[in-house]
């Protein structure tokens, strides 16, 4: 089922007004689950309400206040890894909240739908977000929503399989969610890394086997973009089914949603 799906499980299950999500490796501080709901009353037109995810190690140390859409359409947490010193203490309008620990308005959902499965892990939350903003739901950030979090606490962080399903989803949620122009340039800039790292990882052939095990960069994630081109096409028909689904039913332009990108060399250079 993945996290997509094992969610989706839950939510269709459920009853109410407002359905949360928590991650099974996060430790919610006291006033979490009320914080949420009312921010929910208080902000009609808000489809999702994003709590303040915080790392269990190091502690108290930003994990997310918020997601971040960045402008190569990657999705990104603020504040990650900023010691909390009350900097995201303000309730505000954020672009999209991480699945992590989250609020999601039953309306919404009936409206936008639920996490895509065909994603199975990584990027699901933030597909959610944008296919939100498209229907012209806005989302908003709860400082005293507080959960402690392991990241990647469900796969090893830059293990094969997160390279995979980062790498793949990102692209499946470009070509469901973007404008043409930038699944053009964001499609073309994914065959250049994996060209680079192709060749890359000829030229190192027969060098140590841990080299050739990294998924990371280079060489080792040359083998993962295989993988990643081989599903990109098994799936294309189903994503642009999707993608013409979405684009007749948006009723915000893409140029109001692209007022949220940050510029990536800006994040980079943080």
């Known amino acids: ?26 430790q919610v501080r006291p006033g979490w689950l009320r914080a949420l709901v009312d921010a929910a009353e208080a902000n009609p037109a808000a489809g999702a309400i994003a709590a303040k995810i915080l790392f269990l190690d190091p502690p108290n140390t930003i994990q997310n206040a918020g997601s971040i859409l960045l402008s190569d359409g990657s999705g990104a947490d603020r504040g990650f890894r900023e010691p909390d010193r009350g900097q995201y203490d303000e309730r505000q309008e954020v672009f999209g909240a991480c699945g992590a620990s989250v609020l999601y308005r039953r309306d919404m959902l009936e409206d936008v739908g639920v996490y895509d499965e065909t994603f199975f892990m990584y990027y699901e939350d933030t597909d959610l977000n944008w296919r939100m903003r498209l229907r012209g739901w806005s989302v908003v950030y709860e ?19 997160f390279v995979f399903h980062v790498d793949r989803n990102r692209l499946f949620m470009l070509l469901k969610d973007a404008s043409m122009p930038m699944v053009i340039r ?49 799936h294309l028909p189903e994503m642009l089914v999707k993608r013409s689904q979405i684009r007749r039913r948006r009723t915000v332009p893409d140029a109001v949603v692209e007022r949220w990108f940050f510029p990536r060399e800006q994040w980079a250079g943080r």
């Open 1 to 26: 089922l993945g996290f997509a799906g094992g969610n989706n499980l839950g939510i269709r299950a459920a009853r109410g007004r407002h359905i949360v999500l928590l991650n099974n490796d996060t």
């Open 143 to 161: 400082p005293a929503a507080v959960v402690d979090h392991v990241h990647a606490g469900s796969s090893q962080e830059w293990s094969p399989f």
């Open 186 to 234: 964001s499609y073309w800039g994914f065959i250049r890394l994996a060209a680079r790292n192709a060749t890359r990882r000829a030229r190192r052939r027969g060098d140590s086997p841990v080299l050739e095990g990294r998924a990371a960069r280079g060489a080792g994630r040359a083998r993962v973009h295989l993988r990643v081109v081989a599903s990109l096409a098994a």
